[in-house]
């Protein structure tokens, strides 16, 4: 029988919503599925966790230490739950916790990994973008575990099932490599990002500051969107850090991208490729963004976003 | 303070990539290379910090082909002191990419190591936390801003939806995100005095690392295509269209 594990990320009281889809994606990997929570006071977590279809059983390692889990804290974690259960996969979300995590436990198993996997072919087959999204890369991962990082949009999300059981298991002590100080989480009134199922983005063509938020911000309160940016705009101070999306920043699949005044540079294709539905507002029709769109409005932003929200009432 | 940094060739993103025919790889011939542009920005804080007068030494390296001196070069003109090329016929994966590290590591001994996030063809981001882990130091991966104050590293990292803080202690291993440094524009002087900087070639064996595939890589293909996009008159139709593909 194979044994999957998956690293849980939480916020310490809920899991992640990508955890629904990574269990979907752990099923193509085994049929017994133990979920690792890490945290401290985190039973509620656990206990929602234990009830997502598929999952076998719940480890929870409580410890104040855990409070913020440190990849130098969860490596060793994640490396002997794979030895105890002797498991054959362990997976995380494609994320930044994940990216950070999940490599330290590879090395430490000394295990060759795979990262961003969207297509599961074969116990042994997986698929993962290569150079920006602009190449998918097939690989064989012979090793006796496969320890992958999973992009949540590319799996289901799993159903509901009756609690499997939550075991207590004894946290290992820090390891005091580091220390957290600090965590920003600006804008935290509109959804998240990596879960918003509307979002508008935008770019340089917006030309400031100013400029960006009136436009923008009254077409995402409209759509209950999250907000996005590309590199440039980050860079000319329109939005912060935390908006950007592309192959630095955040991945994003939403149901519905909009693309406003940004001429879609690899860099940042890279971070939209798997939006299911992609608008771009644009005075350029032959920008890159164009071959990446659904729905191309050419013309004047300043004209046509107004508009938009108009026909939106 | 001395500090270590890798920098990897990669083929230039801007320019359009092309897959070879049977589809078994990318087809690299004629195709223009660089520094992967993480490492790039990695290496100009290292060099900025030696400016500011914290770090004293920067060593870079890379691994792979003779090709890869070229990049070297690119480093020593930006600013790095001296460097290595450890020469391997295909760019290793990160497990034994961190490996070379770690060995050439413990002969170099840095304070500090400062790799690019993740290499911009592979995109895998691996490598700094496996080296991390294999020699048992803190890590602080995709950081945007680093901070130097008695041995302490302050690093603020770019995590889902906003920003970390960690305080780490060295020795210890970063990663840079694009926005952690803006890279110099090389003048010919630099290019020139790059020349006269050493780069010593060392083998895997010296290292006592045997950097063989550990995956196998059974094709590459183009993503889906999207089909052609719709060209829409105006908002009201744009509205109408998405509405009916569901927008709420």
């Known amino acids: 029988m194979k044994h999957a594990l998956i690293l849980v990320e939480h916020d310490g009281v809920n899991p992640h919503s990508a955890l629904r889809r990574i269990v979907s994606a752990a099923r193509l990997l085994a049929d017994r599925l133990t979920l690792l929570v890490a945290g401290s006071q985190a039973q509620a977590v656990a206990e929602q966790a234990a009830c997502i279809a598929g999952v076998s059983e719940v480890w929870l390692f409580d410890a104040p230490h855990l409070s913020q889990p440190l990849a130098e804290d969860l490596s060793p974690l994640l490396a002997h739950a794979v030895r105890e259960r002797q498991a054959s996969a362990l997976l995380a979300a494609a994320s930044p916790f994940g990216k950070a995590t999940l490599p330290r436990a590879a090395a430490l198993l000394d295990c060759a990994m795979l990262s961003d996997v969207v297509e599961i072919q074969a116990p042994d087959v997986f698929v993962r973008p290569v150079h920006a999204g602009a190449a998918l890369a097939t690989l064989r991962n012979p090793e006796p575990v496969k320890i992958l990082s999973a992009r949540a949009a590319a799996f289901p999300p799993a159903a509901d099932q009756p609690a499997a059981p939550i075991n207590i298991q004894p946290a290992p002590p820090a390891a005091n490599r580091s220390a957290w100080v600090s965590t920003t989480h600006p804008d935290s009134a509109r959804p998240a990002l990596a879960e918003a199922k509307v979002v508008v983005a935008g770019g340089q063509g917006l030309g400031s500051a100013e400029q960006f938020h009136a436009l923008l911000d009254p077409l995402a309160d409209r759509l209950n969107a999250a907000i996005g940016a590309t590199r440039a705009a980050v860079d000319a101070g329109f939005i912060g850090n935390d908006h950007q999306i592309g192959q630095t920043g955040a991945i994003v699949a939403p149901e519905f991208y909009f693309a406003i005044g940004l001429s879609g540079a690899a860099q940042h294709l890279a971070g939209m490729r798997d939006a299911r539905v992609v608008v771009t507002i644009n005075k350029d029709a032959e920008a890159p963004i164009c071959r990446q769109a659904d729905y191309v409005l050419e013309g004047d932003l300043f004209e046509i976003v107004p508009a938009l929200l108009r026909a939106l009432e | ?248």
Not at chain 2, 11 to 34: E, I, Q, T, W
Not at chain 2, 49 to 64: D, F, Q
Not at chain 2, 212 to 230: D, H, I, T, Y
């Open chain 2, 1 to 248: 303070m001395k500090a270590l940094v890798a920098v990897k060739r990669v083929p230039d993103g801007n320019a359009p990539l092309r897959l070879k025919m049977d589809c078994s790889g990318v087809d690299l011939a004629g195709m223009p290379m660089r520094i992967n542009p993480f490492d790039e920005a990695a290496l100009e804080w290292a060099v900025q910090r030696k400016e500011a007068g914290t770090i004293s030494e920067i060593v870079a390296v890379s691994i792979g082909g003779n090709a890869c001196q070229e990049t070297l070069r690119h480093a020593l003109a930006m600013g790095a002191d001296r460097a290595f090329l450890i020469a391997a016929e295909h760019a290793p994966e990160p497990l034994a990419v961190a490996k070379l590290l770690r060995a050439l590591a413990e002969r170099e001994q840095p304070d500090l190591i400062v790799l690019g996030k993740q290499a911009s063809d592979d995109d895998n981001a691996q490598t700094a936390p496996m080296l991390a882990a294999l020699l048992g130091w803190p890590q602080g991966v995709f950081a945007s801003n680093v901070a130097l104050e008695n041995n302490t590293l302050q690093v603020t990292r770019e995590i889902e939806g906003g920003q970390e803080v960690l305080a780490l202690p060295l020795p210890a291993v970063i990663s840079a995100d694009l926005r952690l440094a803006n890279p110099r524009y090389l003048k010919l002087p630099q290019l020139l005095q790059a020349k006269k900087k050493t780069i010593e070639t060392l083998n895997p064996s010296e290292l006592g690392v045997a950097p063989a595939p550990r995956l196998e890589l059974l094709g590459v293909a183009p993503p889906p295509a999207r089909k052609p996009a719709v060209k829409v008159a105006d908002a009201r139709e744009l509205v109408a269209l998405l509405r009916q593909e569901g927008l709420p």
